[in-house]
């Protein structure tokens, strides 16, 4: 089976830096991706990492560590739009799952 | 706008009954995915097609059942239905038949049942 977690909740001000975890449990890993998903909106996709490291889009970073079954997204410059879930998910072969999502709040 | 299209927008039916809903893919894309999200509740991943046919499962009940179809179009049969099922069900697509690239998400279709 597969499971991950992330933070339920994150607060940040605008113009800062947020990181939010994602740790996973899985068996026949493929990568981790990550969606952004406003309120009642569908979900799109933002990165995805298929290799260990970094890799960068813009003012959003996604990190790996297969050793560590463990990512991250880094949001940096955040803006008030930026306010929304962010879902982490895994593949497999043959399945696919997703983090319960984090909810970032961005103040002005 | 992603590409994919999902009918109806919304649907409001009663407990026992049964329910068809639609999804057009992206232009070219060969997969579909139908996932279900409770309200304040994340994805959760139902059944993927890839060309025609059933390539993943996740947690489908049995009383749901999917197809896709030659034009690529798939449907997801929801039936008895039941309070619980009331839920956002959102299509997507893909190029590719493995699940971890990309994928593009319809606006989904919003289930009540009363």
């Known amino acids: 089976g597969q499971s991950l977690e992330q933070p339920s909740e994150v607060t940040a001000v605008e113009g800062a830096i947020v990181q939010i975890n994602c740790t996973y449990q899985t068996s026949g890993f493929y990568g981790l991706s990550w969606y952004q998903q406003h309120d009642g909106g569908a979900p799109t996709f933002l990165s995805y990492?298929?290799?260990?490291g970094l890799e960068e889009t813009g003012r959003f970073s996604s990190f790996l560590s297969r050793s560590d079954s463990y990512g991250y997204l880094l949001l940096q410059e955040l803006q008030m739009k930026d306010s929304a879930s962010y879902f982490c998910?895994?593949?497999?072969?043959?399945?696919?799952?997703f983090g319960s999502g984090t909810q970032l709040t961005v103040l002005p | 706008d992603s590409g994919v299209t999902q009918t109806p927008k919304h649907l409001i039916t009663a407990t026992g009954q049964r329910v068809t809903l639609r999804c057009s893919p992206r232009?070219?894309?060969?997969?579909v995915y139908w996932y279900q999200q409770s309200l304040d509740q994340g994805l959760q991943f139902l059944i993927q097609y890839y060309n025609g046919e059933e390539r993943a499962k996740g947690n489908i009940l049995e009383r749901f059942s999917a197809q896709q179809f030659p034009d690529l179009h798939s449907e997801l049969n929801l039936s008895s239905l039941e309070l619980g099922d009331s839920a956002l069900y959102f299509c997507?697509?893909?190029?590719?038949?493995?699940?971890?690239?990309?994928?593009?998400f319809g606006p989904g279709t919003r289930l009540t049942v009363l």
């Open positions: 990492n298929a290799l260990d």
């Open positions: 997507a697509s893909s190029v590719a038949e493995t699940s971890f690239n990309e994928q593009f």
């Open positions: 998910g895994s593949g497999s072969a043959r399945q696919l799952t």
């Open positions: 232009s070219g894309d060969l997969s």
